[in-house]
C-alpha cells in the first residue's frame, strides 16, 4: 500500500478537529465532587450573588470613610467601638458617624460602614475606644455583595473545562450538581504476530505488547474514557471484526502497527473497507511518525486513528496530533511549554516536521535541552525525556545553542 495523501501536522490537526466536532455530545449529571476535568454541557448562571453579604479582606475596624479623613499617627481618629462582629454570624449594629466595628477577614461589614481599616493602624485604647492613625477610602478592603459573581449573570460557559478554581466556584454558588459532556469513548487495538503480553515471557522474534498500555495513559491524560484494549495478531478478518464491534460503542477506534507499508500492513486497507468516509490521510509529515493514518465514519461517528507502530512514535503522534486536537476542542489551544538552549546542532528532515525528544539540565545561565537520540523503536528515549522541541517542516534545522520551546511531557 502505499503512503497516498501525506499530511503535514496542521493538515491531519485540521481534518480530525473536522471529525471530533460531528462526533454527537453525550451528556450526564455528575455531583461537583465527580466534575473535574469534565467539559460542562451547558451555561451556568449564578443562582445567587457571592458573596451574599458585604464581606470584609483584612482584620480590622469597619468604619465610615469620612470619618477617617485626615487621620494620622500623629492626629489619629478616635472611633468608638460599637460591635465586635463574629466570623459567620450577621453584624448588629447601624454604624453611625463617630462608630466603628471589629470585623475579622471574610466577616460581614455592619450596615452603615463602607470601609476597613486594618488593625495594624489601629490603637485599641480602653474597652470601647479606636485610635485609627491612617485615612481609608471608600470601598476599601471591602468584597461588595455580588462583587465576585452576580446573581443571573453566566459565570461559566458550556464547553468550559472544569479545573480546580471552577469547582471551586460552582461550590461557592451552592451548585452541587453539573451537566457535564461525557468522555469520547475509546478503544486501543494492536495489532502485530509478533506481539505477547506483558506476563509472558516472549520467545526469540517476539516482543511484548506494550503501545496500549502508552496510548491508555494518553488517553486518560487527554480526557478521554478507555473502554476497551485488545491486541490481535495480524490477522485481517479478526482485526476487521474488532474494529467493527468497537465502532458500535466507541467515537474513537486507535489502531496501532500493520500502518506502514510492510506486506502485513493493512490498517489502511481495513479503515477504507470499515469506514464509509475511507482514509483521509495516509501518512504524517512527520518524524517520527509517518505511517499515521485518519479515516471517519460518518455513520457511526468513529474517529479511526492508525498510529505507527513503534512505540515512541506511537505516543508521540498521539501527543501531536491526538492530544493536541483534544486540547484545541476544549478551548485550550495553546500548550504550556518551557524556553531552553539546545545542546547539539540538530538537522530536520527535508520536507517533515521533527519531534526531537530532549532531557532538560537547570543551568545557572538557565534551561539547557539535551537532545534524546536513537530510534523511534526504542521505549527509553521517551522514558528520558523530560519533554520535546519541534522543528517546522520548511525549517533547516537548528544549531546548538539557539533556544527552543521545550514541550513538557506532564500530566
Ligand atoms: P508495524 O507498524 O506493525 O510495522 O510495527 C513497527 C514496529 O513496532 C515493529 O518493530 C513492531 O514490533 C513494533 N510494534 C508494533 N506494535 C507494537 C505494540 N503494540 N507494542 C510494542 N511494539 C509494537
Ligand atoms: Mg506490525
New binding site residues.
Given amino acids: 500500500m502505499e503512503l497516498l495523501q501525506v499530511d503535514l501536522m496542521d493538515e491531519a490537526q485540521k481534518k480530525l478537529y473536522g471529525f471530533i466536532r460531528q462526533i454527537p455530545v453525550r451528556t450526564k449529571k455528575v455531583s461537583l465532587r465527580e466534575g473535574a476535568y469534565t467539559r460542562l454541557a451547558a451555561d451556568i448562571p449564578a443562582p445567587e450573588d457571592v458573596p451574599l453579604f458585604n464581606r470584609s479582606t483584612v482584620d480590622g475596624y469597619a468604619v465610615i470613610a469620612a470619618d477617617t479623613y485626615g487621620a494620622s499617627e500623629s492626629i489619629p481618629t478616635f472611633l468608638k467601638v460599637a460591635e465586635e462582629v463574629s466570623m459567620g454570624k450577621a453584624a448588629a449594629v447601624k454604624l453611625k458617624s463617630g462608630q466603628c466595628a471589629y470585623v475579622p477577614t471574610g466577616g460581614m461589614i455592619p450596615e452603615g460602614a463602607d470601609a476597613m481599616v486594618m488593625v495594624e493602624y489601629c490603637e485599641l485604647l480602653d474597652a470601647d475606644t479606636v485610635a485609627v492613625c491612617q485615612p481609608s477610602a471608600v470601598g476599601k478592603d471591602i468584597v461588595c455583595r455580588g462583587d465576585d459573581m452576580k446573581a443571573g449573570s453566566v459565570v461559566l460557559k458550556a464547553g468550559t473545562v472544569l479545573r480546580p478554581q471552577e469547582i471551586a466556584a460552582l461550590a461557592a454558588l451552592g451548585v452541587g450538581t453539573v451537566e457535564v459532556e461525557e468522555p469520547f469513548r475509546t478503544a486501543i487495538i ?1 495489532t ?1 504476530d ?2 505477547v503480553p506483558v506476563d509472558h515471557k516472549p520467545e526469540a522474534g517476539q ?1 511484548r ?4 498500555y502508552s496510548i491508555k495513559a494518553q488517553a486518560e491524560r487527554a480526557g478521554m474514557e478507555v473502554v476497551s484494549t485488545a ?1 490481535y495478531p495480524d490477522q485481517e478478518d479478526e482485526l476487521e471484526t474488532g474494529i467493527r464491534q468497537a465502532m458500535e460503542t466507541c467515537d474513537f477506534v486507535f489502531l ?5 507499508q ?1 506486506k502485513k ?1 493493512m490498517t489502511a486497507r481495513l479503515f477504507d473497507r470499515v469506514t464509509d468516509g475511507g482514509v483521509c490521510t495516509h501518512g504524517l509529515a512527520l518524524k517520527p511518525g509517518k ?1 499515521t493514518i485518519l479515516a471517519w465514519d460518518e455513520t457511526s461517528h468513529t474517529v479511526l486513528v492508525g498510529l ?4 515512541s512514535a506511537a505516543s508521540i503522534v498521539f501527543e501531536l496530533l491526538v492530544a493536541r486536537t483534544l486540547r484545541i476542542h476544549r478551548g485550550q489551544p495553546y500548550q504550556p511549554y518551557v524556553e531552553a538552549k539546545t545542546m547539539y546542532n540538530i538537522a530536520s528532515a527535508p520536507g517533515r516536521g521533527t519531534c526531537m525528544p530532549v532531557i532538560l539540565h537547570p543551568k545557572e545561565s538557565g534551561l539547557e535541552a539535551e537532545p534524546v537520540l536513537g530510534r523511534s ?1 526504542n521505549w527509553s528515549i521517551l522514558v528520558k525525556a523530560d519533554g520535546y522541541f519541534l522543528l517546522d517542516h520548511n525549517q533547516e534545522g537548528i544549531k546548538a545553542g539557539e533556544t527552543v520551546k521545550v514541550y513538557l511531557f506532564e500530566r
Fill in positions: 494492536s502485530g509478533e506481539l516482543i505488547e506494550s503501545n496500549s491486541f496501532s502497527g500493520g500502518s506502514s510492510g500492513d505511517p505507527p507502530g513503534h512505540p523503536g
